[in-house]
Every structure is written in structure tokens, then in C-alpha cells.
């Protein structure tokens, strides 16, 4: 029986329908996310689906102001680098939070949520 994998493209579909995954590697216990082809860590390529939590706490975030026209039409809004209690980070577009508020060590939650680009998945308050 083969594995199941999962691709950067399938974890951003899993995303968008409301289920953040990781990989956890099955020879050193690296876990990824969004899914790698090989393992940063030992380079092996034996993957194993981890469902997520989706609490974490912003670890950095930029507003953006000015944007290219795919996206102009959120301006302004927030990108952070959420850090999961998994352990992992992943880089969040800020939901329902005013920009006023965000802060470094903020807890905040998934939500599902995509960005056109796929490099994104959304964040709002825990
Ligand atoms: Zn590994």
C-alpha cells in the first residue's frame, strides 16, 4: 500500500476546506509545512500526514500598504509569521484583526482561508 502524499497543492486545498496539515518525517521526526519534497533535516523522503491545532502566536507580521493589482483590492491588510504550538510557522494573512492591534506573541487561529497566490493561509483571533 502506497503512502499517502501530500503535496504543497493538496495542503492548501485541505486549507481552504478547513484542515491545516503537516508532514512529519518518518526518519528523523522533522515535521514541514506546507509539505517539502524532501526533508530540509535528513533529506529522506518519507512523509506522514499531522493534523494541526491552528492556534499559534504571530511571530513577526508587515502591513501592506501597496500592493500588486491581484491583490490592491485588501489593501491595507497584515502577513505574519504565525508560529504554531505544533512547533512549526507557517506565513498567515491576517483576518478580523485591526491592524492596530497586531503584535508580536498575539494568539490568533486558522481560519480557512487561501490566498489566489497560494503562499498564504488566513489567521484571526484565537
Ligand atoms: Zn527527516
Known amino acids: ?4 502524499v501530500i503535496t504543497a497543492r493538496a495542503f492548501f486545498e485541505r486549507a ?3 484542515e491545516l496539515t503537516a508532514v512529519r518525517c518518518g526518519s528523523c521526526g522533522e515535521l514541514a509545512i506546507p509539505p517539502k519534497e524532501l526533508c530540509p533535516a535528513c533529506h529522506a523522503r518519507a512523509w506522514q500526514p499531522v ?12 502591513v501592506i500598504r501597496v500592493a500588486p493589482r491581484a491583490h490592491s483590492a485588501g489593501v491595507p491588510y ?8 505544533e512547533g512549526v510557522s507557517i506565513l498567515g494573512r491576517i483576518i478580523d484583526i485591526p ?3 497586531l ?9 480557512p482561508f487561501v490566498t489566489p497566490d497560494r503562499t498564504s493561509v488566513g ?3 484565537a
Not at 500500500?1 to 499517502?4: D, G, K, Y
Not at 492556534?55 to 507580521?61: D, Q, V
Not at 503584535?103 to 481560519?111: E, K, S, T, Y
Open 1 to 4: 500500500m502506497t503512502e499517502p
Open 16 to 18: 481552504r476546506a478547513g
Open 51 to 62: 493534523p494541526l491545532s491552528g492556534e499559534g502566536t504571530i511571530a513577526t507580521f508587515t
Open 78 to 85: 497584515a502577513l505574519a509569521v504565525v508560529q504554531l504550538k
Open 99 to 101: 491592524l492596530d492591534k
Open 103 to 111: 503584535a508580536v506573541g498575539l494568539p490568533v487561529r486558522f481560519r
Open 123 to 125: 489567521f484571526g483571533p
